[in-house]
């Protein structure tokens, strides 16, 4: 599964306007203008990498000649330390930055990673990992992208892709939904408790 450039561009816009808000104000006061710096972006723990292009959007989106070398793509499994990417470039942009890059990329790893662990664990049986709508708003193609990388399956991305019956629509309903469901010509994905 891929996440559309424009997405990724839409979401990363958010959260840096959320973050910066008017400027950065310790960035701006203690950084030249004209400083060039390099960094790189570190795992510090063992797991699934998921968000390096979220990442790179996020540097480029503050300076468009940033200089952003991806280490590792997504989907590698890393053990600590590791370099994910390398950035050179604007120092303000590198550091103003840096927070939205890493909380990005330590919520899509942390959630490959969770997957992957349960992926693991149902390895050689008939079952599959799958993901639900229960994401964070704003963030589901993101999220669901992760559950990818880590080795799961997607199931339905919104509420109009398939039926799917649960419990308060039978409680709302009544019974007779199943019926209405099927008198009406609607593709009736599962039931769920």
């Known amino acids: 599964m891929a996440v559309a450039t424009d997405t990724v ?5 958010a959260a840096l306007a959320e973050d910066i808000g008017a400027g950065d104000v310790t960035t701006d006061a203690a950084i030249p203008a004209d400083a060039v ?13 998921c968000g390096v292009r979220v990442a790179e959007t996020t540097f480029r989106a503050l300076d468009p000649d940033i200089r952003f070398e991806a280490i590792v793509r ?3 499994v890393v053990e600590p330390p590791a370099v994910v990417a390398r950035i ?6 590198i550091l103003t930055g840096e ?12 959630i490959a990673t969770l997957t992957r662990r349960y992926v693991d664990a149902i390895e050689g049986t008939d079952a599959s990992v799958l993901d639900t709508r229960k994401t964070t708003p704003g963030l589901r ?3 669901k992208y992760a559950v990818a990388c880590g080795g799961g399956r997607n199931h339905r991305f919104g509420l109009d892709d398939a039926v799917l019956v649960k419990d308060n629509h ?6 007779g939904v199943l019926l ?3 008198e009406s010509g609607s593709r009736l994905a599962c039931i769920e408790d």
Not at 9 to 13: A, D, G, T
Not at 88 to 93: D, Q
Not at 99 to 110: H, Y
């Open 74 to 76: 997504d989907g590698e």
């Open 88 to 93: 050179s470039g604007s120092e303000r942009a």
């Open 99 to 110: 927070r939205v890059a890493l909380n990005f990329l330590g919520r899509l790893s942390g």
């Open 180 to 182: 209405q469901l099927a």
């Open 37 to 49: 710096g390099v960094a790189d972006l570190l795992v510090k723990e063992a797991g699934v990498v």
């Open 141 to 143: 193609e993101l999220e």
């Open 170 to 175: 039978l409680r709302a309903a009544g019974d």
């Open 9 to 13: 561009e839409r979401i990363v816009l």
